[in-house]
């Protein structure tokens, strides 16, 4: 079983920094994709950002191109969401999930492993 935990959630100014984390225990993730969803009050969760098992491949929704970036530490079993320049439209429950393939995805219902989320709140 495989199980995620992320951190790195909390309060910032708009335009501020955060750096989430991404930690796996149990059977680890390897070099499998992992993703990055997100959801908003009274929204559904949405794609942020993936990486494929070996970093090479790593697709962004458009509202956070440029703006976040997603890393992996395979030595680690961590996967890290660095989001720079943040809105308060960026204000969300952030997750973290896994597949069991090396190819990175977009879709919600790729992922197998979910964790518990980490909340991100940006004051404007």
């Known amino acids: 079983q495989v199980q995620l935990v992320e951190s790195g959630g909390g309060l910032v100014q708009a335009g501020g920094s955060l750096k989430l984390s991404c930690a796996t225990s149990g059977r680890t993730l390897g070099t499998n994709a992992v993703g990055w969803f997100r959801q908003a009050p009274g929204k559904e969760r949405e794609f942020v950002a993936a990486?494929?098992?070996?970093?090479?491949?790593?697709p962004y929704a458009d509202s956070v191109k440029g703006r976040f970036t997603i890393s992996r530490d395979n030595a680690k079993n961590t996967v890290y969401l660095q989001m720079d320049s943040l809105k308060p439209e960026d204000t969300a429950v952030y997750y973290c999930a896994g597949r069991g393939s090396i190819s990175a995805r977009t879709e919600l219902s790729d992922y197998t492993y979910w964790g518990q989320g980490t909340q991100v709140t940006v004051s404007s």
């Open positions: 990486i494929s098992g070996r970093g090479i491949t790593t």
